[in-house]
């Protein structure tokens, strides 16, 4: 029994690997998407969806509230996502995502009444410093919506996450299946507004098929073996690869504010985490 758990834990953790570099691509195909990008997160969510669909093989079985609230979390995560890329660079969007893990913290403390450690306090404050280091350097560049929706992204994904694992033993992906229907829905009347050219639907199929539909199924299928640390800690490939591609093939370069704000929030939760398991090995 206990070899059997452990060879899934192994495959889990390929599995969250390959999520991670398959979302890792979402920045530079939403670059490069010339589109409405409410449009582009539904038609993303559309194409998502017959992906998932082929691979259920069976419609939804019950739409419970747990469900549903973790749904309408995945539609915030993505219709935020996918706007803060387009107002702001790349690497802030995906950086300031990524304080998920701190959101988690606080929402355990105020929704589960569990007991904010001091080291968890100490982590929660280096991100708010990490965080406020975004906006300094963007006060002139016009970023600074963009900032503050990619962290409304990051409490997205952290009640997202939440959701995953409170449905962990009754197959999480119908969530993102649900998710992706509301998001598709919410953006017909976009889809409207203009006609996006062929390079740009040739990226709406890329990020719909690969960057959210399979990789989504790849991550579901893991949530229930790893612990909910795991689950959002080794996706830090994701923030660690996204500025990478979008350098590589836009130009696009984070400022040295963000640069340092990011380098802050993920060294602060790798740490915290890091600790954390020593503390539970012990």
């Known amino acids: 029994m206990k070899k059997f758990i452990t060879n899934h834990r192994k495959k889990a953790i390929i599995y969250l690997i390959t999520a991670s570099i398959l979302w890792s691509t979402g920045g530079l195909f939403i670059k490069l998407v010339d589109w409405n990008p409410i449009a582009i997160a539904g038609a993303r969510s559309g194409i998502a969806t017959l992906v998932m669909l082929i691979y259920l093989k069976k419609p939804i079985k019950k739409l ?45 403390r105020l929704f589960l009444n569990e007991k904010i450690k001091k080291y968890d306090l100490i982590t929660i404050l280096i991100v708010m410093l990490g965080m406020l280091l975004f906006f300094i350097g963007d006060l002139k560049s016009g970023n600074m919506l963009g900032n503050f929706i990619a962290i409304l992204s990051g409490i ?48 709406l199929l890329i990020l719909g098929i690969f960057q959210l539909g399979i990789s989504y199924i790849f991550y579901t299928s893991a949530i229930k073996y790893v ?11 994701e923030p660690l690869l996204n500025p990478i591609w979008v350098f590589l093939f836009t130009g696009e370069t984070p400022s040295y504010w963000a640069f340092l704000g990011g380098t802050i929030v993920i060294t602060s939760i790798v740490v915290r985490d890091f600790y954390t398991q020593k503390k539970l090995i012990k």
């Open 64 to 108: 419970e509230k747990t469900k549903l609230f973790g749904a309408c979390s995945y539609t915030a995560l993505l219709i935020c996502f996918v706007t803060a890329n387009k107002l702001t660079t790349s690497a802030n969007a995906i950086l300031l995502q990524f304080t998920a893990p701190v959101w988690i913290l606080l929402f355990s």
């Open 156 to 203: 997205a994904m952290a009640t997202f996450i939440i959701f995953l694992k409170l449905n962990a033993e009754d197959s999480p992906i119908q969530i993102t299946l649900i998710g992706n229907i509301l998001t598709f829905t919410i953006a017909i009347p976009f889809f409207f507004l203009s006609v996006p050219n062929i390079k740009s639907v040739i990226g």
């Open 227 to 237: 612990s909910t640390v795991e689950a959002i800690l080794i996706p830090i490939l």
